[in-house]
């Protein structure tokens, strides 16, 4: 199964809420980075990394599947 027909598929629940929750983390990290006030380095380099994991939770999220093959066979 190549990566576009994994995205297509059906997610697992589970999978669905960590995805909400890392494009939340995605967002606040944004968020963070795009404010307009000067803020000091430890909370600009915290929304870095919260950007990042964010994005790369929901991306990992988003192309996991269920298998039905895997669970059928005893």
Known sequence: MNVLK???APTPK???VLRTIGLSLAG??????????ALPVVISSIGGYLAVAG???????????YNEDAYDSP
């Open 55 to 65: 994005g790369v939770l929901s991306v990992v999220s988003q192309i996991t599947t």
């Open 14 to 16: 589970f999978f669905r």
């Open 6 to 8: 994994r995205a297509k």
């Open 28 to 37: 606040i990290g944004g968020t963070i980075l795009a404010a307009p006030i």
